[in-house]
């Protein structure tokens, strides 16, 4: 699955944000955590268990 497919729009789902597909984590808050020092595996993986 490339990247941008994990990327979903849906009214229903967090006000219309762009989340990450199944789990309803917004874009937003995963680049926040990246922005606030949080390694890529830190900020999915504290959120996501594969």
């Known amino acids: 699955m490339k990247h941008a497919e994990r990327i979903t729009f849906d009214p229903e789902q ?3 944000r762009p989340c990450v597909r199944r789990y309803r984590l917004r874009v ?4 926040d955590m ?3 020092g949080a390694t890529a595996e ?6 996501i268990h594969y």
């Open 42 to 47: 830190g900020a999915m993986g504290s959120n």
């Open 14 to 16: 967090c006000g219309g």
């Open 34 to 36: 990246l922005a606030g």
């Open 28 to 31: 937003k808050d995963v680049l």
